[in-house]
């Protein structure tokens, strides 16, 4: 098991910065990805940014050159950076660890864009 804590949600005006944090903890030897997706009101989750044990990144379109996604080991913590924030990227931000398998989940943290 995967037990994953986001934090670092909030509310931002647009074109401001946010860095959302994610503490693994538990079984996370060998845990061959993680990511950030996010969930709108009445929209399907989707995939932000992932990076893979490897540390190769992906970004979804309307993020990349805005967000970035990092990993520190040492502290077993997935981050993100958010810069240049807008309105449509407000939404409930998830964690997301992929390991033999299995995909485990942080509860969420909202971030909330205002115009």
């Known amino acids: 098991q995967v037990q994953l804590v986001e934090s670092g949600g909030g509310l931002v005006q647009a074109g401001g910065s946010l860095r959302l944090s994610c503490a693994a903890s538990?079984?996370?030897?060998?845990?061959?990805?993680m990511g950030w997706y996010r969930q709108a009101p009445g929209k399907q989750r989707e995939l932000v940014a992932l990076?893979?044990?490897?540390?190769?990144?992906t970004y979804a379109d309307s993020v990349k050159g805005r967000f970035t996604i990092s990993r520190d080991n040492a502290k077993n913590t997935l981050y993100l950076q958010m810069n240049s924030l807008k309105p449509e990227d407000t939404a409930v931000y998830y964690c997301?660890?992929?390991?033999?398998?299995?995909?485990?989940w942080g509860q969420g943290t909202q971030v909330t864009v205002s115009s």
């Open positions: 538990g079984s996370i030897f060998s845990i061959n990805a």
């Open positions: 990076v893979t044990s490897a540390g190769r990144t």
């Open positions: 997301n660890a992929y390991k033999a398998s299995n995909y485990y």
